[in-house]
């Protein structure tokens, strides 16, 4: 059966974390100890689940210097909020009926 939920963006993590990036306008981006403090991950879950959207092209993660501190700093791609609007349209289809 193809329910056609997203296994990507289905595990609650990154559902969460793709949650909080879309929040964010198609321009912007948050540093990781920001989204990292929101979601009360830590830094190895979050990165971990990162590398995964990441990899899906669903984050863009962007890596700098702000006076001589690494500062990574992730976003949202349009790819990921097309995949997001797909999930939660599978999600509403799945649920549809369930809930009266």
């Given at each position: 059966m193809n329910d056609?939920?997203?296994p990507v963006i289905h595990a609650p993590a990154?559902?969460?974390l793709v949650v909080v990036?879309?929040?964010l306008g198609?321009?912007?981006r948050i540093s990781f100890p920001r989204v990292?403090?929101?979601l009360d991950m830590t830094a190895g879950n979050l990165s971990t689940h990162v590398r995964k959207l990441e990899d899906a092209g669903y984050v863009a993660v962007t890596k700098t210097h702000e006076r001589r501190t690494p500062v990574t700093y992730l976003a949202l791609t349009s790819e990921g909020r097309v995949a997001?609007?797909?999930y939660r349209?599978?999600?509403t289809s799945l649920l549809k009926g369930a809930v009266s």
């Open positions: 056609g939920l997203d990154r559902l969460r990036l879309a929040q198609p321009e912007d990292q403090k929101e997001l609007e797909r349209a599978a999600v």
